[in-house]
């Protein structure tokens, strides 16, 4: 098993149905909850042009989890021009470079550029034009206040250093929404499948324990993950660079998020993020997690450890996934990884059933009578089912559902707050 990479099981899928809305007998969203004593946030949960229900986060979350590759990909493409060209850069390519690669631009600036520059699209990999795709089919949509063309890039890291080490992140603010962003990027490169194919776990003195005195003293994290994140000084660094922004402003909110490798790096960083007083000082509510087909980051410790929080009234994590996408069940081995948070499984229509809010899962992953080989040759099935294009056909499939919950009001009902 160990021998195995995310790449290559990641790859093994099952064919997803139609499209066509098919619902249950009592139209409703399945919940399966049940949890102990809580601490609840106190902080206002309406939000500004109706931002905080659970479908409009969820869909913000997942496009600008998209976003972060065509970024990237224009920050590569202006340091390879710079390479070719030195100084003597043509007048577009200048422009291209000015955009990508400074910050405090809106990320309208960046959408109208990488629009215009098409052959960036092109000359990418699969995961950067399917953003493009998510990107443009979102912002044919009206929003009164767009989570993409509102934001403010604070800062993209994607320097060769960054892409070196997997680290690839851009910090965003939308003023409208009262909302700073941490958006990490997902796996893009060889680099990246090696970080995700490690299956070692690092064991690291758990940051929660100073919070809560019966949390575990030791966690494990995904040994890739964890040396992504937690080498050197990188998590301290990154987190005093988003402190260093909310310093000033006032009374917004903090969102995370990232699709795939950026998924766990999200989850990563919103449970150390949750831990830091600095950042719940700053903020208003906890922390808003919203990670996107992201496999397992870390064993029961560091379940035990992110639950604290959330009771704690500090962090809410949306994971979303695909209900066939066979990435979000590794690592298994042997059920020592555990999924954390509050699972939003996008199920097929075909199966007449509605999405499954389910708080946690910790299922083994079951091939259900397909043989590996069988499932490893529908490799275009594998790909879409791990892809956000078809997480967003089906989640707005059930819109008038999720836009009648927030976050806030599923984890009151996962504790018998509200009922559903």
């Not at 500004?48 to 970024?71: E, W």
């Not at 390879?80 to 990508?100: A, T, Y």
């Not at 009262?178 to 490169?189: A, C, D, H, P, Q």
Request: net charge neutral; charged share 25%; proline share 3%.
């Amino acid at each position: 098993m160990a021998s195995f990479s995310f790449f290559a099981l990641g790859l093994i899928g099952i064919l997803f149905g139609q499209y066509t809305r098919v619902i249950n007998a009592d139209n409703s969203i399945d919940r399966r909850y049940g949890r102990s004593e809580v601490i609840l946030p106190i902080y206002d949960d309406d939000g500004a042009d109706n931002s905080t229900n659970l479908f409009r986060n969820a869909k913000d979350m997942i496009v600008l989890s998209q976003y972060i590759y065509g970024h990237a990909a224009m920050v590569e493409g202006a340091q390879e021009v710079k390479r070719l060209f030195g100084k003597d850069k043509p007048k577009n390519v200048q422009l291209l470079e000015s955009i990508s690669s400074s910050n405090d631009k809106s990320v309208d600036d960046f959408l109208r550029i990488f629009d215009e520059n098409d052959k960036v699209i092109k000359d990418s990999d699969r995961k950067v034009r399917e953003a493009a795709k998510v990107i443009s089919d979102d912002l044919d949509e009206g929003h009164a206040t767009h989570a993409l063309k509102d934001s403010i890039v604070l800062s993209i890291h994607a320097e060769p250093e960054d892409i070196k080490q997997s680290c690839v992140y851009a910090v965003t603010v939308n003023h409208n929404l009262k909302r700073v962003s941490v958006i990490f990027r997902g796996t893009s490169n060889m680099g990246d499948w090696i970080k995700d194919a490690i299956v070692f776990m690092k064991r690291v003195d758990n940051p929660v324990k100073k919070l809560v005195s019966s949390s575990p003293s030791r966690i494990g994290i995904h040994g890739g993950f964890a040396a992504v994140l937690l080498r050197e000084e990188k998590m301290k660094d990154t987190l005093d660079e988003v402190k260093s922004y909310l310093k000033d402003l006032e009374g917004y909110r903090l969102f995370v998020t990232g699709h795939s490798l950026g998924g766990a790096l999200a989850t990563l960083f919103g449970f150390y993020a949750a831990a830091d007083d600095g950042i719940i000082n700053s903020i208003v509510g906890p922390v808003s997690l919203f990670s996107v087909s992201s496999p397992r980051v870390g064993n029961k410790y560091f379940g035990y450890a992110f639950k604290d929080l959330e009771n704690q009234g500090r962090l809410r994590h949306a994971r979303i996934h695909n209900a066939q996408d066979k990435v979000t069940k590794l690592p298994y081995i042997g059920g020592a990884y555990r999924h954390v948070g509050l699972e939003m499984r996008l199920r097929p229509m075909i199966s007449n059933l509605p999405p499954l809010l389910d708080y946690p899962l910790t299922t083994q992953w079951e091939q259900n009578g397909h043989s590996l080989w069988n499932d490893i040759i529908t490799l275009h099935d594998a790909l879409r089912l791990h892809g956000c294009d078809l997480i967003l056909v089906r989640l707005k499939l059930f819109r008038a559902e999720f836009e009648e919950t927030t976050l806030e009001k599923e984890y009151k009902t996962v504790w018998g707050f509200e009922s559903s």
